[in-house]
Nanobody
Framework: VQLQASGGGLVQPGGSLRLSCTGRGYTSNYRAIGWFRQAPGKEREAVAC????????FYEDSVKGRFTISRDKPNYTVYLQMSSLKPEDTAVYYC??????????????RGQGTQVTVSS
């Protein structure tokens, strides 16, 4: 299982980005998928997760109300819509999954991340 995150870029504070997570060799819409991020000099943190059972979403406190995770089942894609971005959201973002259908997920299966930079 290999997942690929895309959609990062440079955005001004207050702006929006939508990240996409697609899978190669991963065809199940019933796995939970998590988004993680890691900023320079900081530990990796989980920011959002979507359950494979019922699509229930979970968020880290600092992104609640600003980020939305969703799943496009026909295209086996999971999105992370990020709004009201702040400079502290700057990080490399990864999507990951493991064998579970429920959140949280571990960082077991993931691919290269995508850089998000929030700066004026």
């Amino acid at each position: 299982v290999q997942l690929q995150a895309s959609g990062g870029g440079l955005v001004q504070p207050g702006g929006s980005l939508r990240l996409s997570c697609t899978g190669r060799g991963y065809t199940s819409n019933y796995r939970a998928i998590g988004w993680f991020r890691q900023a320079p000099g900081k530990e990796r943190e989980a920011v959002a997760c979507i359950s494979g059972d019922n699509g229930e979403a979970f968020y880290e406190d600092s992104v609640k109300g600003r980020f939305t995770i969703s799943r496009d089942k026909p295209n086996y894609t999971v999105y992370l819509q990020m709004s009201s971005l702040k400079p502290e959201d700057t990080a490399v973002y990864y999507c990951a999954t493991d064998s579970t259908r429920s959140c949280p997920v571990t960082f077991k299966y993931r691919g290269q991340g995508t850089q998000v930079t929030v700066s004026s």
